[in-house]
């Protein structure tokens, strides 16, 4: 692969990312449900179940049609599904062939789902401020949602207010929180919660075990800048890089040929620049242009050269894996495989 700018993935670092995390949700008794659209890779996928994940969690009807096709039989679609008449058709027949569980936080987005076959999962608010509802609301909807003739099959929440530096302690208690409140609620309304699943990257390993009983991170199997940046993990343990090379050098700057356009264009405001350098832990990416990555070195620090080729990481895997077609699999610095990103633009 001698072309430049292309997604390679270490295989002994996704490997170790994989088991650590298993044996970890092992350990406090959680099943751990991934998230593949973070990966979008059946042949990931399929190393995850091998390690005792029960099923995957994706984010849309499309993946949910990939990962089934790749041979995974119980799927969560961790979304606010709005069925309408083409897309309840298409969750009809996955559901012929896969467990498919939806979430849902309206009483009336549980309408359109009734006679897909899928079960519902009540979405809960524990802090993010996205979609779910109220956590004391939960019983109240999935009564709603038993009354239309839906099984509800628990309840779930995504504590993603814990990305932010020092927030991860404080989202993992909110959401545990949160989780009590809505399985009381359900339990009152006289539907037990079987499924209460959390979970996110940043927050995995202080899940709370008593709270819930699935977590469903998916940035942990490759790891990025990001997590990097919010002390979730290492530098060793970032297994997803860009090779891009080194095309241009002017001033105190050098020019990568890899851009938003490859790298993704995610920056929070809590993060150094556009993605990072694992080699080159001191240098930051202080822009990126569609096909530009400028990178600026601390003085006197060793830089590459012209010509040269360095491994970016960008700050949201999720991001730029959805803009590659495949993933060059490589151990030790040597390819050994391509995967293709099955479920690339699997948006809807
Ligand atoms: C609903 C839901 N569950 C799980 C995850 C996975 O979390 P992470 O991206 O931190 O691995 C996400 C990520 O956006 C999500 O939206």
């Not at 897909?116 to 401020?129: F, K, L």
């Not at 241009?248 to 700057?253: K, N, R, T």
């Not at 990072?276 to 600026?296: F, I, K």
Request: a negative charge; proline letters at 5%; glycine letters at 12%.
């Amino acid at each position: 692969m001698e072309s430049t700018p292309y997604l390679t993935v270490d295989v002994e670092v996704l490997d170790r990312n994989l088991s650590d995390a298993a044996d970890a949700a092992a350990a406090s008794g959680l099943a751990l449900r991934p998230h593949a659209k973070a990966h979008k890779c059946v042949e990931i996928a399929r190393r995850q179940l091998e390690l005792g994940a029960p099923g995957l969690t994706v984010a849309t009807v499309g993946e949910a049609e990939v990962f089934a096709g790749g041979g995974c039989a119980d799927l969560f679609i961790a979304y606010p599904v709005w069925a309408t008449p083409a897309r309840a058709a298409r969750l009809r027949a996955l559901a012929e062939r896969a467990t498919v569980r939806v979430g849902v936080d309206s009483a009336e987005a549980a309408a359109l789902l009734a006679g897909t076959g899928a079960e519902v999962v009540v979405e809960i608010d524990s802090g993010h401020h996205r979609s779910g509802v109220h956590p004391a609301g939960a019983g109240e909807l999935a009564a709603a949602a038993a009354r239309l003739g839906l099984t509800v099959a628990g309840v779930f929440t995504f504590p993603g207010h814990g990305y932010g530096p020092g927030r991860q302690a404080r989202a993992a208690a909110d959401e545990a929180a949160a989780m009590r409140t809505a399985a009381e609620a359900m339990r009152a309304a006289g539907i037990e919660p079987g499924v209460r699943s959390g979970g996110s990257t940043p927050t995995a390993s202080t899940s709370d075990s008593g709270a819930l009983n699935e977590i469903r991170p998916g940035v942990y199997a490759l790891n990025d800048a990001q997590q990097v940046e919010l002390g979730t993990c290492g530098w060793g343990d970032v297994a997803l890089t860009v090779a891009a090379t080194v095309v241009s050098v002017a001033g105190d700057h050098l020019i990568l040929d890899a851009g938003s356009k490859v790298l993704g264009a995610d920056q929070p405001a809590w993060v150094t620049g556009g993605g990072r350098l694992p080699d080159h832990p001191g240098a930051r990416v202080t822009a990126l242009s569609e096909h530009h990555a400028t990178v600026v070195f601390p003085p006197g620090a060793p830089r590459p050269a012209r010509g040269e080729i360095v491994r970016v990481a960008p700050n949201h895997l999720c991001a730029a894996v959805n803009l590659a077609d495949e993933l060059v699999v490589v151990r030790n610095g040597l390819e050994i495989d391509r995967w293709r990103v099955a479920a690339r633009g699997a948006n809807a």
